[in-house]
């Protein structure tokens, strides 16, 4: 379906154009007529299905209507978009100036992990729209007296991961401070009972939209392998040299583990960086450039960044570690064949591993191929770095407990061994 059958105004769909979208996904076939009727919406939406079209153009085709000129600045406020994070409250910002290119409509994103004083100070001049995680979002109202109560269009994205977050009680708050008569749309990717809850306080007669999706991407190719937990590192540095992969994003379950990797791959002569919450949003904001621009090779991530960063055509996910939540595998390798595109997914699992493994095949209803690469089969021989300092430091020898790795960290003296020339 095209979205000039939407109902959308010809200004927007000329940003959708410019945008390079070609038809419209289902969740924007669903939502957006809703939307455009004015009626609340609960909607069930994977990442990567489009939901930020899905509320953001029928959000800018209500504002648009609207005249807004006699107003002071501050009471220009009109929409409210929550976010749980400050990366994706930072992407749909950057798709709300997109696609209001051609509308004089304004918009600022405000998180925390960076000063206050700018948004604060944007706010004051006046804007339309406002993306905001809870924590900063409450910091200017409780500081500068941000005033809410013009806000006619609320929007609540990743309501479970909110809710896992513990900001239901945020979102029950904003309810009160925005205007009386307004619009909620919600989304969550599952429709659990909390969810169903909170959606009863929160939403007036709403329209639930489930679109149907497979749990994970059909056009991405899922394998596992199988390797010791010791060797992890070693088979990941081996594999981007040998098929010389320049964009490879990977998961750790831990900040630890991703600390240690990337020292590992520095040794190896690979450029990485690390993308967790104990990293400044100016370091987060520098690396995930960097990975985008192709100037690091790999990119370290938690499961902060699984939900919510959009990396045009990235090539393949890598699982160092398996996520502790199952459904945390699905939001991970969605950050791969992503708009009709192909993806790799890649698991490296280690025996310990393999209960979680099945419990994820049971969750995703399909049954992924375990390879065990050669050389790395069990009872294969540790290489000598390995057995060099189980000889001469017994005590810091690295200690692996179900795959995930203590404080203390061995630093082998290898360099640049799989690294392979950029082409």
């Given at each position: 379906?095209?979205?000039?059958?939407?109902?959308?105004?010809?200004?927007?769909?000329?940003?959708?154009?410019?945008?390079?979208?070609?038809?419209?996904?289902?969740?924007?076939?669903?939502?957006?007529?809703?939307?455009?009727?004015?009626?609340?919406?609960?909607?069930?939406?994977?990442?990567?299905?489009?939901?930020?079209?899905?509320?953001?153009?029928?959000?800018?085709?209500?504002?648009?209507?609207?005249?807004?000129?006699?107003?002071?600045?501050a009471?220009?406020?009109?929409?409210?978009?929550?976010?749980?994070?400050?990366?994706?409250?930072?992407?749909?910002?950057?798709?709300?100036?997109?696609?209001?290119?051609?509308?004089?409509?304004?918009?600022?994103?405000?998180?925390?992990?960076?000063?206050?004083?700018?948004?604060?100070?944007?706010?004051?001049?006046?804007?339309?729209?406002?993306v905001?995680?809870?924590?900063?979002?409450?910091?200017?109202?409780?500081?500068?007296?941000?005033?809410?109560?013009?806000?006619?269009?609320?929007?609540?994205?990743?309501?479970?991961?909110?809710?896992?977050?513990?900001?239901?009680?945020?979102?029950?708050?904003?309810?009160?401070?925005?205007?009386?008569?307004?619009?909620?749309?919600?989304?969550?990717?599952?429709?659990?009972?909390?969810?169903?809850?909170?959606?009863?306080?929160?939403?007036?007669?709403?329209?639930?939209?489930h679109?149907?999706?497979?749990?994970?991407?059909?056009?991405?190719?899922?394998?596992?392998?199988?390797?010791?937990?010791?060797?992890?590192?070693?088979?990941?540095?081996?594999?981007?040299?040998?098929?010389?992969?320049q964009?490879?994003?990977?998961?750790?379950?831990?900040?630890?583990?991703?600390?240690?990797?990337?020292?590992?791959?520095?040794?190896?002569?690979?450029?990485?960086?690390?993308?967790?919450?104990?990293?400044?949003?100016?370091?987060?904001?520098?690396?995930l450039?960097?990975?985008?621009t192709?100037?690091?090779?790999?990119?370290?991530a938690?499961d902060?960044?699984?939900?919510?960063?959009?990396?045009?055509?990235?090539?393949?996910?890598?699982?160092?570690?398996?996520?502790?939540?199952?459904?945390?595998?699905?939001h991970?390798?969605?950050?791969?064949?992503?708009?009709?595109?192909?993806?790799?997914?890649?698991?490296?699992?280690?025996?310990?591993?393999?209960?979680?493994?099945?419990?994820?095949?049971?969750?995703?209803?399909?049954?992924?191929?375990?390879?065990?690469?050669?050389?790395?089969?069990?009872?294969?021989?540790?290489?000598?770095?390995?057995?060099?300092?189980?000889?001469?430091?017994?005590?810091?020898?690295?200690?692996?407990?179900?795959?995930?790795?203590?404080?203390?960290?061995?630093?082998?003296?290898?360099?640049?061994?799989?690294?392979?020339?950029?082409?």
């Open positions: 379906m095209s979205f000039t059958s939407l109902g959308l105004p010809p200004l927007l769909l000329d940003a959708v154009n410019q945008s390079g979208y070609q038809t419209a996904t289902p969740v924007q076939q669903a939502v957006i007529p809703l939307a455009l009727d004015g009626r609340d919406v609960l909607a069930s939406a994977e990442t990567g299905t489009g939901k930020t079209a899905a509320f953001a153009l029928p959000l800018l085709s209500h504002l648009m209507n609207q005249d807004h000129s006699d107003l002071l600045p009471n220009r406020l009109r929409a409210l978009i929550m976010t749980p994070t400050r990366e994706l409250a930072i992407q749909i910002e950057q798709n709300l100036v997109k696609y209001s290119q051609f509308i004089n409509l304004t918009s600022l994103a405000v998180y925390g992990g960076a000063s206050i004083n700018p948004q604060r100070k944007a706010l004051e001049q006046g804007i339309d729209i406002l905001a995680t809870p924590g900063r979002l409450f910091d200017i109202i409780g500081q500068h007296e941000l005033d809410l109560s013009f806000v006619t269009h609320l929007v609540i994205d990743e309501a479970d991961r909110m809710l896992d977050l513990g900001f239901v009680k945020d979102i029950e708050k904003v309810k009160r401070l925005i205007a009386r008569q307004h619009q909620t749309m919600m989304f969550s990717a599952t429709f659990s009972e909390d969810v169903k809850t909170l959606a009863a306080k929160m939403l007036n007669n709403p329209e639930y939209v679109v149907e999706t497979q749990t994970t991407a059909a056009n991405v190719v899922q394998q596992v392998y199988q390797v010791d937990t010791r060797r992890k590192a070693e088979l990941l540095s081996e594999l981007i040299g040998k098929h010389n992969w964009q490879v994003m990977v998961f750790t379950s831990r900040k630890e583990t991703a600390d240690h990797l990337y020292r590992e791959l520095s040794l190896d002569g690979i450029k990485s960086s690390v993308f967790h919450g104990d990293k400044s949003q100016g370091a987060r904001n520098r690396a450039e960097e990975f985008k192709g100037q690091l090779r790999v990119l370290i938690t902060l960044a699984a939900r919510g960063l959009d990396i045009q055509a990235l090539p393949r996910v890598i699982n160092f570690e398996l996520p502790e939540e199952c459904e945390d595998y699905i991970r390798i969605g950050r791969t064949g992503r708009a009709g595109l192909g993806g790799e997914a890649i698991s490296l699992v280690s025996p310990q591993e393999l209960e979680l493994l099945g419990a994820i095949e049971q969750l995703i209803e399909q049954s992924l191929p375990i390879l065990v690469p050669t050389g790395y089969e069990e009872g294969a021989p540790l290489p000598a770095r390995y057995r060099d300092v189980a000889a001469e430091k017994p005590k810091k020898v690295l200690k692996y407990k179900r795959g995930k790795p203590s404080q203390t960290d061995v630093k082998p003296t290898r360099k640049g061994k799989y690294a392979k020339a950029k082409k």
